[in-house]
């Protein structure tokens, strides 16, 4: 099936621990999307990529990290040094800047 | 001013009946427009894109107003599966889609 696939669902990050947040499609999508949802909240986005190895900082980047390496594949690490990183995290894609984005079904983040 | 502003709701409507709920956008030269579907602790889904003319697709139909810079979303015959929170997507002159924070709704039996 074509889609977006994040993982893990839940994540447990322990303090002064980075953890990273996996993001594939294979829909054959360009450009790729991390948002950050709180509680009650709408989507604020971290960080977008339109080609491989090329990524731009959202609204609220700082504490996060993002590589491009593949077409597929986006993924973000949660450092240390965001110090507030419990959320729902999304991944979207989409093949083209007046087209909708599609979203994975999000990774769940809570401090231990 | 925020890019993309929704009336938060919530819109609690009984069976049956048509609800309606604006977005509002602030960059006018936005070139596209979405709404999508959110329920409780799941992703978003996209419930339909909204051409210039306007479009239906059964029970719900979606405007575009450039002249006032907002987009509506009609639901007509509300049933109870389409209790869930709206989101507005406006796209600008980049690969950036701005999201509304949603507008809940929520159907009565």
């Known amino acids: 099936d074509g889609g977006i696939t994040q993982s893990p669902k839940y994540l447990f990050r322990k303090e002064g621990q980075n953890v990273t947040l996996s993001c594939e499609q294979n829909l054959n999508h360009d450009a790729m999307y991390w948002y950050r949802q709180d509680p009650g909240q709408g989507l604020r986005l971290i960080y977008y990529?339109?080609?491989?190895?090329?990524?731009q900082k959202g609204d609220i980047a700082e504490g996060y990290s993002v590589s491009r390496e593949k077409k597929e594949s986006f993924p973000l690490t949660v450092t240390s040094a965001q110090k507030n990183p419990t959320a729902f995290y999304l991944c979207a894609s989409r093949i083209g800047s007046n087209q909708p984005q599609h979203f994975g079904d999000g990774t769940r983040l809570s401090i231990l | 001013r925020k890019e993309v502003e929704q009336d938060p709701g919530p819109f609690n409507v009984p069976e049956g009946a048509t609800v309606a709920f604006n977005c509002t956008y602030s960059?006018?030269?936005?070139?596209?427009f979405f709404w999508y579907r959110q329920d409780c602790r799941k992703e978003p889904k996209l419930l339909m894109s909204v051409y210039s003319s306007g479009n239906e697709d059964g029970r719900f139909t979606a405007q575009l107003n450039r002249a006032s810079q907002y987009i509506s979303l009609l639901i007509r015959d509300s049933k109870l599966s389409d209790s869930a929170t709206y989101l507005c997507a406006v796209n600008g002159n980049d690969y950036k889609l701005s999201f509304g924070a949603g507008t809940t709704v929520t159907v009565r039996a």
């Open positions: 960059n006018s030269a936005s070139q596209s």
């Open positions: 990529s339109q080609i491989v190895n090329d990524f």
